[in-house]
């Protein structure tokens, strides 16, 4: 019988082993025991380790919802430069003017506008 602390790298566990006792503290709720059901074990999580695990999942739920709302904005994006476009070649055929030469005229007026 061995004395004192022993950490299972594989199994992410901590083990203290005291007169004919084991005591497993699971650093990962996640990973089962590796022994059946002792009548003398007792399970427990670590709560710094619980509160490390929690903080990164946070991190990576924060991560995902940032990445979807980064598609979002972009596909809104997508859609109005869409509608511009649409708009633009609308009235493209209605007058003549080709797209950049809406825009020098819609600048122009603007422009003109503050230089009076």
């Known amino acids: 019988m061995s ?4 950490r299972d790298q594989e ?9 004919g006792q084991a005591f497993q503290i699971l650093a990962n709720p996640n990973v089962s025991s590796a022994r059946g059901g002792s009548n003398k074990e007792v399970i427990m999580v670590d709560p710094l380790e ?15 919802e940032k990445f979807k709302r980064r598609r979002q904005i972009e596909a809104i994006n997508g859609a109005w430069a869409m509608i511009g476009l649409t708009a633009g ?8 003017k080709s797209i950049l030469a ?7 007026t603007i422009v003109g506008l503050f230089v009076r």
């Open 89 to 96: 070649l609308v009235i493209e055929g209605q007058t003549g």
């Open 3 to 6: 004395w004192g602390w022993r």
């Open 50 to 64: 619980a509160k490390r695990l929690a903080a990164k999942q946070m991190k990576e739920i924060k991560a995902k």
């Open 102 to 108: 809406q825009l020098a005229e819609y600048w122009s």
């Open 11 to 19: 199994t992410s566990m901590a083990i203290n082993r005291t007169r």
